[in-house]
């Protein structure tokens, strides 16, 4: 039995293709994307904020028992498609939001900009409104 978990955790921990970036990398991703420079800094600090740059974050503790996740934290309620939850208007698996290529979280976050702006986060809201962004200007030298 215990050589059983031993290899189910094993197989859970050596199928994560994940990966956590650093600021840089990141500015260059979105930026590569189509994300204009000048919305950089708040995507930054929002990741920052939320997931730690890491694409395997996953928050299991929202209110509504909804989850959260990726690097931008995106939520199955609405965006994304887990267990045949939520109105999946980003037409993804959210398990999708949590591998090393990132292209298909830009494109979501990109659809929850235009109907939301930044304020679809919470921790934009709390930790990045107003207040001092991040600079990314050495990640374009």
Known sequence: MKLFLLAVVLAVLGSSNGKV???C???KALDSNGIPRSQIPDWICLVENESHFDTTALNT???DGSWDY???QINNKYWCADQSKGANDCKMQCS???DDDITDDI???KLIYKRH???AWV???KKCNGKKLPSVSECFK
């Open 117 to 119: 702006k930044f304020t």
């Open 107 to 109: 494109k979501c976050i």
């Open 25 to 27: 990398e990141l500015a």
């Open 21 to 23: 970036f650093n600021k």
């Open 70 to 72: 990726g690097m931008f």
């Open 96 to 98: 999708a939001l949590r």
């Open 61 to 63: 503790k929202n209110k």
């Open 123 to 125: 921790a934009w809201t």
